[in-house]
């Protein structure tokens, strides 16, 4: 057993860091824009618990979405370093 760096993909890493950040804000503005504001007269039409859904995705389940992204996230990153060889 060496005790010699293994060499980084730099490029790659970074790659695919960027594909992951875009992707997640892309989804995080579509929920809490798109689903809280532009859609939110269609999504009333739906009530969850007596609340308009448009009011509820902009009120609540925006930030239930937002949680699941950062859990996502650091999932997605554990798996890229590791894929790229760097140690976080």
Request: glycine share 10%; hydrophobic share 50%; aromatic share 18%.
């Amino acid at each position: 057993m060496s005790n010699e760096p293994t060499k980084v993909d730099a490029k790659g890493y970074w790659s695919a860091t960027v594909k992951l950040t875009i992707s997640l804000l892309v989804i995080w503005f579509a929920v809490s824009y798109g689903a809280g504001v532009l859609l939110r007269d269609v999504l009333d039409n739906v009530s969850i618990g007596g609340a308009p859904l448009g009011f509820w995705f902009a009120q609540q389940g925006a930030i239930y979405v937002f949680v699941a992204l950062i859990f996502y996230y650091c999932f997605a990153m554990n798996k890229i370093e590791r894929k790229y060889g760097v140690k976080g």
